[in-house]
């Protein structure tokens, strides 16, 4: 990895595509300690610390913007709107046909009128959010004596909320600009820059918290997972497909062997965040009404419950099935198969085809949905065994974040280099 980028670093076009890259993770960095007008961020951070809201879905939010949700800042909504927008389109894609048309028939124009239905969608959401935040503010503002807000009358929370709007906007306009002017997709490298910005507090926790045995086994156990999800990642399943021969005129055509790759960790990191959004939404709730003292909050709803950990387990394996049926059809698959004049030696064109990509997909989904639960387990085992873990930024659903997005940009440069014939890197 290091090796590509300082490969890169010495072709001039690449050169700009990463300062421009670093530039505008920079502004983004500036303005996620930009407070919003009229809150105390000082107190939000120490109710967010105190109302135990890490254990709930706000608890995510706060990861996903390195901390800017816990402090009101600008940016505190972060890529969270964009997100889910992206998410609810796509969802919508497969369920309205004239959504579905304009993104498969007409081409490029159609996927540029999708991107603009999201960038609104984002809109929309990002007002929704900054409206739930600012009522969220209100009520621990009455809990807190009045310590948290300066104003709380109607222009107030209009610009707050508008405030809070605007930068989830911004960050969807800086995600932009990378992935049209520097490396790698944007909105994966803002949250990239999100994850390690808490890399310092938590080797500050581990320091503080934790025996130096302790501290040891950590460091190593993160390479380990480390190690273990790259492999995970670039894993594939290839299924040969070989073409008949064709004569057209005086030319051969197909008599061809390749392969149709699966790729073992297909859905990436959503089921995870989409189990950690469902499953916390009980502990959320708890917290909104006050009852975090009971049996079922302590031993069901609580992150560090057993109960809790075998349910974020099945939400992880039943989401990883949904993203699979969303992203291959088997009888599209087969159909095209047939089409081009391809076949899978031992299967029949048509059905029997469909079918047997049908169970390698399944088989492919459950190994994926297995290890996508094995690494967000982790944080979970290892918490039940170090209690201050749980306040360290190593949940598994980073992890797998930030090494994919380290991938992505490692490829992203490579190609870019095989494209410029760069000497040194096809030797």
């Not at 992880?316 to 089409?339: C, D, G, W």
């Not at 994926?368 to 659903?397: Q, R």
Request: aromatic share 12%; net charge positive; with cysteine.
């Amino acid at each position: 990895m290091f090796q590509t980028i300082r490969n890169a670093w010495k072709i001039a076009d690449l050169r700009k595509k990463l300062l421009f890259t670093l530039l505008i993770i920079l502004l983004y960095r500036i303005g996620n300690v930009i407070p919003v007008p009229f809150v105390n961020t000082n107190t939000m951070a120490q109710v967010f610390q105190q109302a135990g809201m890490s254990n709930t879905i706000l608890g995510l939010y706060n990861v996903m913007s390195g901390s800017a949700f816990s402090r009101a800042t600008l940016f505190a909504l972060s890529i969270q709107p964009y997100i889910n927008a992206s998410i609810i389109i796509q969802l919508l894609t497969i369920a309205i046909p004239a959504l579905e048309r304009l993104s498969k028939e007409e081409g490029e124009e159609g996927k540029k009128k999708i991107e603009r239905i999201t960038r609104y969608t984002t809109v929309g959401l990002g007002l929704l959010m900054g409206f739930a935040y600012w009522m969220m503010l209100r009520n621990y503002d009455r809990q807190w004596s009045n310590q948290l807000l300066l104003e709380t009358n109607f222009w107030a929370g209009a610009l707050v909320v508008l405030s809070f709007t605007a930068g989830s906007a911004l960050v969807m306009w800086l995600g932009e600009q990378i992935t049209e002017f520097g490396i790698g997709n944007g909105i994966s490298m803002i949250l990239f820059a999100n994850i390690l910005s808490r890399i310092p507090s938590m080797i500050q926790t581990m320091i503080t918290s934790i025996p130096w045995w302790g501290d040891i086994l950590i460091v190593v156990g993160i390479l380990l997972l480390i190690a273990f999800i790259v492999y995970i990642t670039q894993a594939e399943r290839r299924i040969p497909v070989s073409y008949a021969k064709r004569v057209v005129g005086r030319k051969q055509y197909g008599g061809q062997t390749t392969h149709l790759p699966i790729k073992v960790n297909m859905s990436g990191v959503l089921p995870v965040i989409f189990a950690q959004s469902v499953a916390t939404i009980p502990a959320t709730v708890c917290m909104f009404i006050n009852k975090t003292d009971g049996w079922w909050y302590k031993n069901v709803f609580s992150s560090g419950s057993i109960i809790y950990a075998v349910i974020y387990l099945i939400l992880i394996i039943a989401f990883s099935y949904f993203y699979a049926t969303i992203q291959y059809n088997p009888v599209e698959i087969a159909n095209n198969l047939r089409k081009n004049g391809g076949f899978i030696p031992g299967y029949r064109p048509g059905r029997p085809t469909a079918e047997f990509i049908y169970r390698v997909i399944n088989k492919i989904t459950l190994f994926g949905a297995i290890f996508l639960g094995i690494v967000a387990l982790l944080p979970i085992i290892v918490g039940m065994i170090f209690p201050s873990v749980n306040a360290l930024a190593i949940g598994g659903t980073s992890v797998i974040i930030v090494v994919g997005v380290a991938l992505e940009v490692v490829q992203a440069l490579e190609s870019q280099m095989l494209m410029r014939h760069y000497k040194g890197f096809l030797e």
